[in-house]
């Protein structure tokens, strides 16, 4: 998939099976979300229509993004309780400024920015000064949430029609846009820089100890973090046509759940980014079955814990057993 | 950093003016003569007294969750304890027992029992803190929608309401039950063999197992009573407020996390004590009221808020990278 | 000329001085052995040398040009590669990929993998790992680990190669192989520092030796003429005498643990009797069982037997408070990770056990914990203030902790995990004779060693376990480094009974 890759697919005695073995950790999960686009299909057979596709890309799509947004920090060995606010500046940066002052190619630049320059300078305090990172974001979520209201202190502003029928219509621009966003990431891990995101995350000392750049692989994954949650907020508001200081609420935990139905671990450079992103897809498919089954939303709640508790530790049990 | 786990019998002045707790308490203070000098009515006894009334549902919250952090864990589940506490409450009364006294205790049984299976599947499953609590909020809030179908509830119920509003010896009743509660932690923290299992526990699991400390019982036990004083501060919340309704707990998950870390424990579990907690939590309800008073906009209330807890982290918090 | 120095190097940790005016030369082609007691100052020099750590006073010089300031990555450009005691590895990477960490060939800006696997493999042949390269670390054992982190150093070819204990969890194969290596290398025109606290290793390899003592060189020689009695002198700074008490056979030998058909991890049918007074050990090559056995003894992990006898009970104890309840302690292997809480006081760290077993809500007497501890400290002499964490101690001390804190429960078996791994030569004799007074005061010592002279001079029995199972039960009088070793690896079987 990534150049490297690419260059020397035939030769390559080690990028293709190390590929291999970072699937087999998720195989039982891909089993799983198999079985729920079956019901899920049976259900809505419109699913499998371009439409049905797109909507249903479209409703995953953010969650997709936070979710790799938290299993970047959780490889880094930290974890983010300012997602969901990030969301929510995203997305009304987006409503303020694209139909305004700034324009579409402003607007993005704008959202870009606030999340690398968030995110970095999250992964700036928690790198440099040492403190832990579920701290730093408490605090960041009530700075960054302010700064949202400051934008925009009702639910508001405007988002140009066009993007919003390209990202949110009928087409499956959102699953191109997330085929794109996953070819970067892999992209990215093919990099020193990528790839030493595992070690610093999971043996800071023994990675400094070997000459990697343990800070810089930090921060950057900060920063990439930070970017993401605003673009899900971009988004977001393309989705609704309009801005909303609070609508990002429910990522924050919603990515965490997401992150470790995919098997990313709390200690840092455990799990893989494609198991993250297949616990967003079943978290998404649950709540979408679920729904087509005429579930009230008490009963929803109800078995969304019960599936997330069961889900993390059924390995558990099976461990217990042997 | 590790007073509250070891013995010190040699205290000296210099390592009392350098603890944690002895430092929220003096920031307290300060902010406290700084703002009653210069805003009218901030230093009156009243208004004081209001602050500190408001401080003990952040403190009852804040124990259970310090109890908790000490021992390297977490619960996401406090806010929802304290509504479904504050709503369900009414549900439990009996015509037979016209003081109240059965619904208190009932609904106290009741986040006990939460906070009893959120310790169950911590130490039994292995689920993370995080996850377990954090999927136990989910769950209880799809049971709040059965019990209140989205409704506020008022309470009927005397004990209730003579908790939230009654002034015995001019202080509130509120503020005597956190001082009980605050007596009864920090008792079991430092001068109890379980409070060692806790610090023990939080600071090396392994090694706590290996030396012989129950570590499944103890760990459903610190969140059995995370549920209970999440519990008691839904009653309180509910006596003050005069009515519960859907999301009433909300805004105390992350206050009493916050509280928890101001006064110095370490959230990585095994260093701290209730005793910073306390003057944490009053230092947020300060926080809080000043903002307020300033009529500032409510993103810049939050910005001021975020940006003061950050910045007295850094100033006191610095904590060394474990591993 | 040297391709790598120290010149009156000092350093101190919190105003502590742990090195004070050190000189060491590495020359090339030439094995230099750095001997010294743990605490003497030998990682903090290793750290000097490689960048990990700044120096406070004194210099580093790299081919006699004095280096203002180094970080690790510098110093790797330079030509300088440590095997570290803790290991620097990555346990969700392949083995090639934690081979390059730090190091990556590049392409466009991206990792080189084809040129990867390539480099990898060299190095991994070199040292003779054979598992493939895209294996992820973490599924590794101890030793071949320790194989990968040597081949990490190998991957940048270094001028310069410094090895702190690597041996200590080495197989005796895998040893080998290393020592086989460090020769090549030597030819080379590597300049190699190796430490370890395996003086017959050392004697065999090293051509020159320099000792610490307190942070301060004691020795800088060549080691032809030196005998180990004479490096141990230096080391330590006496005669070292006899290293191992007086044996004495025990009086009182009654059974206080039974097992038979006991399966506990990799452990399969195992019989044992444990008798009070005596001092049992339990041998092997590494990773046949051994740990599992006291764990499962313990009550830590998984265990089945046909029948058991634990003190007065009739079967296993299926946790560890059980297990105490029954009379049984376990002193860990790891003391920093699993023996002690490194952050908190020596008191708390001693005192424990005993709150983990009294009723959780009896209110505690700080009068007597403080009596109880320094009743300890005095008999395991540990030093400093009991007030400190833990962490303060050095690893011998600390070792001493973990022991103590078993004292007030007095328990009835002691279950000891290589308690002399990694601890200086004067902590093993206290620890030796702590055993021997503690076996003499009627306790069951059950001692898990990979230090073959201890099995021998210290044990009344040994058992010897072979891919889990009992190989042998060999008694004082036929103790020999040679029956062991020869049970270890399976020639001329003995008889397998308990």
């Not at chain 2, 309401?161 to 015995?168: D, T, V, Y």
Request: positive net charge; aromatic residues 6%.
């Amino acid at each position: 998939m990534s150049l490297a890759a690419n260059s020397s697919q035939g030769v390559n005695p080690l990028y293709w099976p190390v590929q291999m073995r970072r699937n087999i950790g998720v195989r039982g999960l891909f089993l799983v979300i198999l079985a729920f686009i079956i019901a899920y299909g049976i259900l809505f057979p419109g699913l499998f229509s371009v439409f049905g596709f797109a909507k249903f890309t479209q409703s995953w799509f953010p969650l997709a993004l936070v979710t790799m947004a938290q299993a970047i920090l959780m490889l880094a060995g930290g974890i983010s309780l300012a997602i969901g606010p990030l969301v929510s500046l995203g997305a009304v940066i987006a409503a303020t400024t694209m139909t305004q002052s700034l324009g579409i190619a402003g607007g993005t630049a704008a959202v870009t920015l606030a999340g690398l320059v968030i995110g970095a300078a999250t992964g700036l305090i928690v790198v440099k000064l040492r403190l832990p990172s579920i701290v730093v974001t408490l605090a960041g979520s009530f700075i960054i949430a302010g700064a949202a209201l400051l934008i925009l202190p009702r639910p508001g502003g405007t988002m140009p029609p066009w993007v919003s029928n390209l990202l949110a219509g009928g087409t499956p621009a959102a699953f191109g846009l997330l085929v794109l966003v996953v070819l970067a990431w892999k992209l990215y891990l093919a990099t020193p820089l990528g790839l030493s995101l595992y070690a610093a995350g999971e043996n800071p000392v023994g990675t400094y100890r070997s000459g990697a750049s343990v800070d810089t692989a930090l921060i950057a994954a900060y920063a990439i973090s930070g970017l993401l949650c605003t673009g899900a907020g971009l988004f977001v508001a393309a989705q609704t046509g309009s801005g909303d200081p609070v609508i990002g609420q429910s990522f924050t935990l919603n990515s965490i759940a997401a992150a470790v139905l995919g098997g990313v671990g709390f200690l840092g450079g455990q799990g893989t980014m494609r198991g993250a992103l297949a616990g967003s897809l079943l978290l998404s498919l649950m709540i979408s079955v679920m729904f087509f089954l005429g579930f009230t939303p008490v009963a929803q709640y109800i078995a969304q814990g019960l599936i997330i508790v069961g889900a993390v530790a059924l390995p558990q049990i099976r461990g217990m057993r042997k | 950093m590790n007073e509250a786990a070891g013995a010190k019998p040699t205290r000296s002045l210099g390592s009392i003016l350098r603890s944690r707790p002895f430092l929220a308490f003096a920031v307290v203070a300060l902010v406290w003569i700084v703002a009653g000098f210069t805003m009218r009515g901030f230093g009156a006894y009243g208004h004081l007294r209001y602050l500190i009334e408001l401080s003990a549902v952040i403190g009852l919250v804040a124990a259970g969750q310090t109890f908790v952090v000490v021992t390297g864990g977490i619960d996401l589940s406090v806010g929802a304890i304290i509504t479904v506490s504050a709503v369900g409450l009414p549900l439990f009364t009996w015509q037979a027992d016209p003081t109240g006294l059965s619904a208190i205790v009932a609904t106290l049984a009741m986040a006990s029992a939460i906070g009893l299976v959120n310790g169950a599947g911590v130490a039994f499953l292995r689920v993370h803190p995080m996850i377990m609590t954090l999927a136990m909020a989910t769950f209880l809030q799809g049971l709040l929608i059965i019990i209140a179908g989205g409704s506020a509830v008022s309470v009927q119920n005397e004990l209730v309401q003579w908790l939230g509003n009654a002034r015995p010896a001019g202080i509130p009743a509120g503020i005597l039950l956190w001082l009980v509660i605050s007596a009864a932690t920090l008792w079991v923290m430092h001068a109890t063999p379980f409070g060692a299992r806790l610090f023990a526990l939080g600071a090396n699991p392994i090694a706590a197992q290996l030396s012989g400390v129950p570590v499944i019982a103890t760990t459903i036990a610190v969140y059995a009573v995370c549920g209970f004083t999440s519990g008691l501060a839904g009653v309180l919340l509910l006596g003050m407020n005069g009515q519960g309704y859907v999301g009433i707990g909300d805004p105390y998950l992350l206050t009493s996390i916050a509280a928890v870390v101001l006064g110095g424990t370490s959230i990585l579990g095994g260093s701290g004590t209730y005793a910073g907690t306390i003057p944490g939590a009053i230092l947020l309800v300060t926080i809080t009221a000043l903002i307020t008073v300033v009529n500032a906009s409510p993103g810049w209330r939050s910005i001021l808020f975020g940006a003061l807890i950050l910045a007295l982290l850094l100033l006191s918090g610095r904590e060394a990278a474990r591993r | 000329m040297p391709l790598l120095a120290a010149r009156d190097v000092s350093k101190a940790f919190f105003g502590n001085p742990v090195l004070r005016g050190v000189s060491i030369v590495l020359m090339p082609g030439r094995i230099h052995a750095l001997l010294g007691e743990n605490g003497a100052g030998k990682s903090t020099l290793i750290n000097l040398l490689s960048g990990a750590l700044p120096a406070d006073g004194g210099a580093i010089e790299i081919n006699g040009k004095a280096i203002a300031h180094m970080s690790p990555g510098e110093a790797q450009k330079a030509g300088i590669a440590v095997v570290q005691q803790e290991l620097s590895l990555t346990g969700s990477l392949s083995i090639a990929e934690n081979i390059g960490l730090g190091a990556y060939p590049r392409r466009f800006g991206l990792i080189d993998y084809p040129a990867l696997a390539a480099g990898a493999k060299a190095v991994c042949e070199r040292v003779g790992l054979n598992e493939p390269l895209s294996t992820p670390v973490g599924q590794l054992s101890l030793g071949r680990r320790q194989m990968v982190e040597i081949a990490k150093a190998l991957y940048r070819e270094p001028r310069v190669l410094i090895l702190d204990e690597p041996t200590s969890s080495l197989s005796a194969a895998e040893t080998k192989t290393l020592i086989g290596l460090l020769g090549e290398l030597r030819r080379d025109g590597v300049a190699i520092l190796y430490i370890s606290h395996r003086l017959n290793e050392v004697m065999a390899i090293a051509e020159h030796v320099t000792v610490l003592k307190d942070g301060v060189r004691t020795a800088d020689q060549p080691l032809a003429g030196t005998d180990a009695a004479g490096l141990v002198r230096l080391m330590v700074g006496r005669d070292p005498g006899d290293l191992f008490p007086h044996w004495q056979p025990a009086t009182e030998r009654t059974a206080v643990l039974t097992v038979t058909g006991f399966s506990a991890g990799m452990v399969r049918g195992v019989d044992l009797t444990v008798k009070a007074g005596e001092v049992l050990g339990i041998g092997g090559l590494v990773g046949q069982g051994q740990e599992e056995l006291l764990l499962g003894l313990y009550g830590a992990l998984p265990a089945k037997a046909a029948s058991a006898t634990v003190g007065d009970a009739r079967e296993l104890p299926r946790n560890v408070p059980k297990a105490n309840a029954a009379g049984i302690a376990y002193i860990p292997a790891d003391r920093k990770r699993e023996g002690l809480h490194l952050i908190h006081s020596i008191l708390t760290n001693i005192m424990l056990p005993t709150f983990s077993r009294v009723p959780a809500l009896k209110p505690r007497s700080r009068s007597s914990e403080r009596r109880t501890a320094e009743q300890l400290a005095r008999r395991f002499t540990i030093k400093g203030d009991l007030a400190r964490p833990a962490q303060a101690l050095s690893g011998g001390n600390q070792q001493k902790v973990a022991l103590a804190k078993w004292m007030p429960q007095d328990p009835a078996v002691l279950l000891l995990n290589d308690p002399t791994r990694g601890v200086d030569v004067e902590t093993k004799r206290e620890i030796y004779i702590m055993l021997r007074d503690l076996a003499a005061a009627g306790k069951a010592v059950v001692l898990l060693s990979s230090d073959t002279p201890e099995l021998v001079h210290l044990c009344d029995r040994v058992v010897v376990l072979r891919e889990g199972r009992i190989s042998a039960l060999i008694e004082r009088q036929d103790l020999s480094e040679e029956a062991i070793v020869s049970a270890a690896v399976g020639v001329e079987p003995q008889k397998a009974a308990a």
